[in-house]
């Protein structure tokens, strides 16, 4: 079955740094769209970034642009998402997201494959 595994998270102070990986397995990686995105208690899942199969073309939400950057490895079947100058209002679990498909993904509806999240809290 398919499976994606986010490590990375962790406790940081604002203005620092992270680098969040995603590992997959069971699914034809190369030909997946990858994302990622976050939820806070109480609100709706919200996209962060987003990565086409190729790795040529990625998208990002306003309030990261500039800041994050999204990566992936297809040999490794791996996705990452480094996160810089971070904020307090980044804190939130951070989902991996995968679609069969080779458009752009940046509607969460469309991911089919989720992984269990990781918690990025950032301190002020």
């Known amino acids: 079955q398919v499976q994606l595994v986010e490590s990375g998270g962790g406790l940081v102070q604002a203005g620092g740094s992270l680098r969040l990986s995603c590992a997959a397995s069971?699914?034809?990686?190369?030909?997946?769209?990858m994302g990622w995105l976050r939820q806070t208690p109480g609100k709706e899942r919200e996209f962060v970034a987003s990565?086409?199969?190729?790795?040529?073309?990625?998208d990002y939400a306003e309030s990261v642009k500039g800041r994050f950057t999204i990566s992936r490895d297809n040999a490794e079947n791996t996705v990452y998402l480094q996160m810089n100058s971070l904020k307090a209002e980044d804190t939130a679990v951070y989902y991996c997201?995968?679609?069969?498909?080779?458009?752009?993904?940046?509607?969460?509806?469309?991911?089919?494959?989720w992984g269990q999240g990781t918690q990025v809290t950032v301190s002020s």
């Open positions: 997201a995968a679609a069969l498909t080779f458009r752009l993904v940046v509607n969460r509806r469309n991911y089919g494959y």
């Open positions: 069971g699914l034809t990686f190369s030909i997946a769209a």
């Open positions: 990565i086409s199969w190729n790795g040529i073309s990625t």
